[in-house]
Structure formats: C-alpha cells, structure tokens
C-alpha cells in the first residue's frame, strides 16, 4: 500500500501576457504555512496561492516525478490487494482485502514509523471472502465485501457483512461459517461494492451485468445462516461489464443519491440515479428473503464516454470531483461531476497496478498496488 504525496507546486501555463510579479513574499511551500487558505507556493510570482482543483494527484505536470509514492506497507509475499479502506471508528486503521489469498490486513499509523500491520483471514474465507475486490465500512463496528467468484459453480455469492471487532472478526464459531454476520447471494463474480446507510449496500454483479441494492437489515449475528430478512433489487442488467484481471469499484454519493460506477469492461464511467426506477418483476435466487426484485427505468447516464480511459478501477468522490485509476496506464485521473477532465497523473508505475484507493484523514490518497502487493 502507498501513499500519494505532491512535491511541489508552478503556475499553470497561460496565453496570456503575465503581470508584473508582486514583491516576494515565498520561496517554498513551508513559509505559507501560517496561511491556511493559500498553503502553497507557487515559485513563478513568489505568491502564497490555494490548492488547485485535482491536488490530491499533484500540482505540477502529471508526470511520475511531479509526486511521491510512499510505501506504507509491503508484506512478506504477494497477496493481491485489490482495495482498502479507514476505519471509522479507530481513523488510525487501514483494512486492506487481498485477493490472492482471501485475507484482510489491518495497518495501525500506516506510514508512521511506530506503525505496525496484522493479517487476519477468517476460518471461512474461501466462501465468505472469496476473492475479494473491494471492501467497504458501513453502520458502526461492520464493514462489507463481497467475492469475485462462483463459489464452485453454483453461483451462491454475493456481499458478506463482518464486525470489526477484533474480538469477533476472523474468530471460529461452533457451526463452521466463520465470523461473518450476514450473507445474500444473488450476484456472483462482484466486482465492487459501496455502502449507503445501515446495512445497506451496492454491488457490481460481474454475473448478471447489473448493479444490485442489498438491504441485510438486521444481521444473524457471527457464523449464523438466517437470511430471511433480505431484500434484493436489481437495476440495469445488462449494462455494465467487468473484467477478470482488475475490479470495478462504485462509490455512493448521499448528497445526490448517485451511484458512480467504473464500468471497467466498457471503458467508461457511469452514474445511476438511485432514487429514479420503478418496481417491476422478480427474479429467481437460491435462498428465502423478504424482496428479490427487479427495478425498471432507472436513470443511468455516462459520465465519462469511452475514449478518455482504458481501464477505469478505482472511483472516489473528493471535494467535488470524481477521482479514478486506470488500470491499464496506471494512471490517475480527476473529473468533474459533469465528467470533464480536471488533471491526469501518470504514476509511472507498471501497467495494472491500480486499482482500488481511498482518501486518508489527512486527505491524501491511499492506495494498493496490485502488482508488487504494496
């Protein structure tokens, strides 16, 4: 895992004749710091100025040395990390799922020198965590993920509820289903995953090409099977596409109610209106619930059409902008909400290494490097 950190700060270039510098007032970044608003310092007018749209990937000129990739971890083997996410509760934690081997590993201060890492697998994993591709907290002391998998052929995957409690999280229970909390499967090969409220969160189905809303309600509590309570809903099969090699992560936005979705097979990004739609004919599943349902109608728009990105991975929304990994440049790229590009950086790492990422409490970008298992 990396940490992604700008190195400096130059003006952007203009046609326009530039005015006369004002006197000095810095040479290096350090000596804004008394200025919160304008923290940088752009070494052309000697001016204290704002971050600029997009810093989180840089400030300079997207080329790999315009930052600095920090390792905050590097395991003993390779383990395929394909996402990670802070703790809410305890902000010092960063749970990173690995696909290699059905595992979670939990960095404590990631990046401090007194920073320590633990790896945990539940004794349930290979159907519980099966190739996990995307990891999510949600409602207090759980956490979701799902498996990019079939389960053997049978198809019963979906999304898994865990506690992350340490107490109880990868612990053995009497009956032989691990730790997990709860369990609905009707989207085998996920290929990412995102929270919304309570237990409720969305999943990208690698199967049916559709995105689907699953409500756990109330959990079964560790290594139970009581599933009963489930409500499935599936919207716009068909339209999108996974591939095998990377995941295609969703992000939930509760300011609009979007869903932004890397539609990595298609090479594109989307975004679902998940308050538009309209309730129409079920579906067939293998496991009682309350609600498996088709959803018709729903708004689903192209945020970004195919020809900017090769291999959309990761998605975030940050301060107003979309961020996103290509897979396949191993690059960074920053949108606006109506898809517009904003800044690109090139990272210079080796194409398909990125893919999911998350924003630290400090604001900086979290990262997994699928290649190295950073």
Same mark, same amino acid.
């Given at each position: 895992?990396?940490?992604?950190?700008?190195?400096?700060?130059?003006?952007?270039?203009s046609?326009?004749?530039?005015e006369?510098?004002?006197?000095?007032?810095?040479?290096?970044?350090?000596?804004c710091?008394?200025?919160p608003?304008?923290?940088?310092?752009?070494?052309?007018?000697?001016?204290?100025?704002?971050?600029?749209p997009? #810093?989180?990937?840089?400030?300079?000129?997207?080329?790999?040395?315009s930052?600095?990739?920090?390792p905050?971890f590097?395991?003993?083997?390779k383990?395929?990390?394909t996402?990670l996410d802070?703790?809410p509760?305890?902000?010092?934690e960063?749970?990173?799922?690995?696909r290699?081997?059905?595992?979670?590993?939990?960095?404590?201060?990631?990046?401090?020198p007194?920073?320590?890492?633990v790896?945990?697998?539940?004794?349930?994993?290979?159907?519980?965590m099966?190739?996990?591709?995307a990891?999510?907290?949600?409602?207090?002391?759980?956490f979701g993920?799902?498996?990019?998998s079939?389960n053997?052929?049978?198809?019963?995957?979906?999304?898994?509820?865990?506690?992350?409690?340490?107490?109880i999280?990868?612990?053995?229970?009497?009956?032989?289903l691990?730790?997990?909390?709860?369990?609905?499967?009707s989207?085998?090969?996920?290929?990412g995953?995102?929270?919304?409220q309570?237990?409720?969160?969305w999943?990208?189905?690698g199967?049916?090409?559709?995105?689907?809303?699953y409500?756990?309600?109330?959990d #079964?509590g560790?290594?139970?099977d009581?599933?009963?309570?489930?409500?499935?809903?599936?919207?716009?099969?068909g339209?999108?596409?996974?591939?095998?090699e990377?995941?295609?992560?969703?992000?939930?936005?509760?300011?609009?109610?979007?869903?932004?979705i890397?539609d990595?097979g298609?090479?594109?990004?989307?975004?679902l209106?998940?308050?538009?739609g309209r309730?129409?004919?079920?579906?067939?599943?293998s496991?009682?619930?309350?609600?498996?349902?088709?959803?018709d109608?729903?708004?689903?728009?192209?945020?970004?059409?195919?020809?900017?990105?090769?291999?959309?991975?990761?998605?975030e929304?940050?301060?107003?902008?979309?961020?996103?990994?290509?897979?396949?440049?191993?690059?960074?790229?920053?949108?606006?909400?109506?898809?517009?590009?904003?800044?690109?950086?090139?990272?210079g790492?080796?194409?398909?290494s990125?893919?999911?990422?998350?924003?630290?409490?400090?604001?900086?970008i979290?990262?997994?490097?699928?290649?190295?298992?950073r």
């Amino acid at each position: 895992m990396l940490v992604l950190s700008s190195v400096g700060l130059v003006s952007a270039c203009s046609g326009a004749e530039p005015e006369a510098p004002a006197a000095l007032t810095c040479h290096a970044s350090p000596e804004c710091a008394a200025s919160p608003g304008t923290p940088l310092c752009d070494q052309t007018t000697g001016q204290c100025v704002a971050l600029p749209p997009g #810093h989180p990937i840089g400030v300079k000129d997207g080329s790999p040395s315009s930052v600095a990739l920090v390792p905050v971890f590097e395991p003993d083997r390779k383990r395929e990390p394909t996402d990670l996410d802070f703790n809410p509760e305890r902000p010092d934690e960063l749970w990173v799922v690995n696909r290699r081997d059905d595992s979670v590993t939990i960095i404590a201060k990631p990046g401090a020198p007194d920073g320590q890492a633990v790896r945990l697998r539940d004794p349930a994993a290979s159907h519980f965590m099966d190739r996990p591709p995307a990891i999510a907290f949600g409602d207090a002391g759980t956490f979701g993920v799902c498996g990019d998998s079939d389960n053997g052929g049978n198809f019963f995957m979906g999304p898994t509820l865990f506690s992350s409690d340490l107490a109880i999280f990868a612990q053995e229970t009497p009956d032989g289903l691990g730790s997990h909390l709860d369990m609905l499967h009707s989207s085998p090969f996920c290929k990412g995953l995102a929270h919304e409220q309570g237990n409720i969160y969305w999943v990208f189905n690698g199967h049916d090409l559709s995105i689907d809303r699953y409500d756990f309600a109330k959990d #079964h509590g560790p290594g139970n099977d009581d599933h009963a309570d489930g409500e499935i809903y599936r919207y716009v099969p068909g339209e999108v596409l996974g591939i095998d090699e990377a995941p295609s992560h969703i992000f939930y936005s509760a300011e609009d109610r979007q869903l932004y979705i890397a539609d990595t097979g298609h090479k594109r990004l989307l975004k679902l209106d998940t308050a538009s739609g309209r309730i129409g004919s079920d579906f067939d599943g293998s496991e009682p619930v309350v609600t498996r349902i088709h959803v018709d109608g729903a708004t689903l728009t192209e945020l970004v059409p195919p020809g900017t990105l090769e291999t959309p991975s990761g998605i975030e929304i940050h301060e107003g902008l979309v961020y996103v990994t290509d897979h396949a440049t191993s690059r960074f790229h920053a949108f606006d909400l109506e898809g517009r590009p904003v800044r690109t950086l090139d990272t210079g790492l080796p194409a398909g290494s990125l893919a999911g990422f998350t924003f630290g409490p400090d604001g900086k970008i979290y990262f997994v490097d699928l290649l190295s298992s950073r």
